[in-house]
């Protein structure tokens, strides 16, 4: 349907985004938990951003399944899985997967830096996975052409 190389440009555009989200994830909870920003702050730029991470991975991994690449569609869905579960448990009564009233109870600072690192490795080896898939992409065949003489043609 889609040329090989744009499947992976486009995963590799999707997943350099999350990444950086990511980052961003780690420095906002890094600066709650040193008390450089309020809990009500944090929480909701936090909670602002989880829905489009669902949805980017989301659709990435619906590209990488139309394509036929079911290898990394698979190596994709338990993430998915994971980020929809976040939203599935989020109690009645709070904002988001980050409530600003229990952000401080029971270590839960801690254990969304533990998640946040999780991703972050998970998106970094995934993310070299789709350069080298690219790469191997824009390989294939022969990029030089070449006459029976084994002389360069340089016009394409």
């Known amino acids: 349907m889609f040329p090989e190389t744009l499947v992976f440009a486009i995963a590799l555009f999707i997943t ?4 950086f989200l990511l980052i961003y994830y ?7 938990e040193c008390d450089y920003l309020n809990a009500q702050e944090c929480c909701s ?7 489009p991470k669902l949805a980017a991975h989301a659709f990435l991994t619906f590209v990488l399944l ?7 569609c698979l190596v994709n869905l338990p993430m998915v899985g994971w980020l929809v579960y976040e939203q599935y448990r989020v109690p009645a009564g709070n904002i988001g997967i980050y409530d600003p009233a229990e952000i401080h109870n029971r270590g839960m600072v801690k254990k969304h830096l533990r998640d946040t690192m999780i991703g972050l490795g998970f998106y970094l080896i995934i993310f070299f ?12 065949g022969d990029p030089i052409r070449r006459h029976e003489e084994e ?3 340089t016009e394409f």
């Open 16 to 19: 350099g985004a999350i990444l």
């Open 26 to 32: 780690m420095i906002i909870l890094s600066d709650l």
């Open 45 to 51: 730029n936090l909670n602002f951003w989880s829905i």
């Open 66 to 72: 139309i394509h036929g690449n079911w290898i990394l």
């Open 129 to 140: 996975v789709y350069l080298y898939c690219m790469i191997i992409a824009l390989l294939k």
């Open 151 to 153: 002389e360069i043609v």
